[in-house]
């Protein structure tokens, strides 16, 4: 076994032998063989990229056909929800109010809206309409602002002028509300801070 001396220079590795009259640096040609090789695999490769791309375009279309579907079949579910009470709304709308007290009316119609909200609740609606509740800019449209009674009420909802409207966690409309503010003692008989 020969050993290493310290002086001794790594084995760098050697160029290939070329073909006699290749100058150093010269364009060697590949074989025939060698061309047909690689211009075979560049035309497999070539057809598996076409191949993915066509997957991938219909894969495109076919999410996009899905989401609108999934779309179509959510509203028709929500609209198949509100049908029952927009056939009593329509019968409500063509009675004769000669012929049917005024408290028959208020009643159908209170029937109608309970019908109404069963049919949204079950979809996911809700009201943001708290009275009393801290005021808050993801949920609230503060309209205008009235002066608190007590340092406790300060910057809270002191009336719902409109209700606002949840879908599961995303806001449909943000309540319109009067904010109450505290501005001490002083602020106490002015009834409003506008």
């Known amino acids: 076994?020969?050993?290493?001396?310290?002086n001794d220079k790594p084995e760098?590795?050697?160029?290939?032998?070329?073909?006699?009259g290749a100058e150093s640096g010269?364009?060697?040609?590949?074989?025939?063989?060698?061309?047909?090789?690689?211009?075979g695999e560049l035309g497999d490769t070539k057809d598996k990229y076409l191949r993915l791309a066509a997957e991938y375009d219909n894969f495109k279309?076919?999410?996009?056909?899905?989401?609108?579907?999934?779309?179509?079949?959510?509203?028709?579910?929500?609209?198949?929800?509100?049908?029952?009470?927009?056939d009593d709304l329509a019968r409500f709308a063509h009675v004769d109010p000669a012929?049917?007290?005024?408290?028959?009316?208020?009643?159908?119609?209170?029937?109608?809206?309970?019908k109404v909200?069963?049919?949204?609740?079950?979809?996911g609606v809700s009201r943001v309409d708290?009275?009393?509740?801290?005021?808050?800019?993801h949920v609230h449209e503060a309209v205008t602002t009235q002066s608190a009674d007590h340092p406790a009420r300060d910057h809270t909802?002191?009336?719902?002028?409109?209700?606002?409207?949840?879908?599961?966690?995303?806001?449909?409309?943000?309540?319109?509300?009067?904010v109450l503010q505290w501005q001490g003692e002083a602020g106490r008989g002015s009834g409003d801070g506008t």
């Open 61 to 86: 279309k076919r999410s996009v056909k899905e989401r609108t579907e999934l779309w179509q079949r959510a509203q028709a579910d929500l609209v198949q929800r509100l049908v029952d009470a927009l």
């Open 130 to 137: 708290q009275v009393g509740v801290p005021f808050d800019p």
């Open 99 to 114: 012929q049917t007290d005024a408290k028959t009316i208020h009643d159908g119609v209170a029937i109608v809206e309970r």
């Open 117 to 123: 909200w069963k049919a949204l609740e079950g979809a």
């Open 157 to 178: 909802v002191g009336a719902v002028l409109q209700p606002g409207y949840r879908m599961g966690e995303t806001l449909l409309r943000p309540a319109r509300v009067i």
């Open 1 to 6: 076994m020969k050993r290493k001396n310290m």
């Open 12 to 20: 760098q590795p050697q160029p290939p032998d070329q073909p006699a």
């Open 26 to 39: 010269a364009l060697i040609e590949p074989s025939e063989e060698a061309v047909v090789r690689l211009e």
